[in-house]
């Protein structure tokens, strides 16, 4: 099953409005988790690195103003799109990795975000 | 982290096979070599990863070269369900560094 869940899986929202993406894992603590995003036909793009208590790294050229991320708990990370514009609109997916191990990321499902 | 080298696409019979390489030749001592996929319209899956051992599960064998600069992932018998882009990816530690994702392999499985 998933062990890490994201929500919505879907938003679609007038411009101006600020949407919130949450990415939780389920059965293991996540001291760190990544936030990507992708465009159609192209790969994921790293946005930013979530750790837990921390203020989050942002990727050169991501606004962080503009992208709000919180990482409130070792369980929980929230992706903030403020005041939402068209070319805003894409497919985001969080990760998360168990704490302080090499194990690999495990991914959400993806939200797909379209600003009208 | 170190970048990391695919064929953009590979088509593979079903029932057969799939072999994907990866280029990998400036990997340092501490990275491992992950593998994951990403079916269409959905977020990646974690398929298998080792450091320079060969590795095996229940989804997929890793070969590693022996100096490390390359690897393949081996799908032994393929089904049309594995249809999805594949990510060769090198990291120090995913916990402490981040993962930079090529452009993948597009991997066709055809009937």
């Known amino acids: 099953g998933a062990v890490v869940s994201q929500h919505p899986s879907r938003v679609i929202c007038k411009s101006g409005t600020s949407v919130k993406i949450e990415c939780r894992s389920l059965d293991f603590q996540a001291t760190t988790m990544f936030w990507y995003r992708q465009f159609p036909k192209q790969s994921l793009m790293l946005m930013a690195t979530?750790?837990?208590?921390?203020?989050?790294?942002?990727e050169q050229g991501v606004e962080k103003d503009k992208f709000l991320i919180n990482h409130a708990s070792l369980t929980l990370s929230t992706l903030t799109v403020t005041s939402a514009h068209p070319e805003d609109s894409s497919f985001y997916i969080c990760s998360a990795v168990r704490e302080y191990s090499n194990q690999p990321q495990h991914f959400g499902d993806g939200t797909r975000l379209s600003i009208l | 982290d170190a970048k990391t080298t695919q064929p953009p696409s590979m088509d593979c019979a079903e029932g057969r096979a799939a072999n994907l390489p990866c280029n990998h030749s400036t990997i340092s001592g501490n990275e491992y070599v992950y593998w994951y996929r990403q079916i269409h319209s959905q977020g990646p899956q974690y398929i298998i990863h080792?450091?320079?051992n060969n590795e095996t599960n229940e989804m997929a064998s890793l070969i590693i070269t022996e100096d490390r600069k390359s690897s393949t992932l081996i799908l032994p018998h393929a089904t049309l369900r594995d249809t999805a882009v594949y990510y060769c990816i090198v990291s120090v530690n995913t916990n402490a560094g981040k993962s930079t994702f090529g452009d993948g392999t597009t991997l066709t499985v055809k009937p």
């Open positions: 979530s750790n837990e208590g921390s203020k989050a790294t942002y």
């Open positions: 080792g450091l320079k």
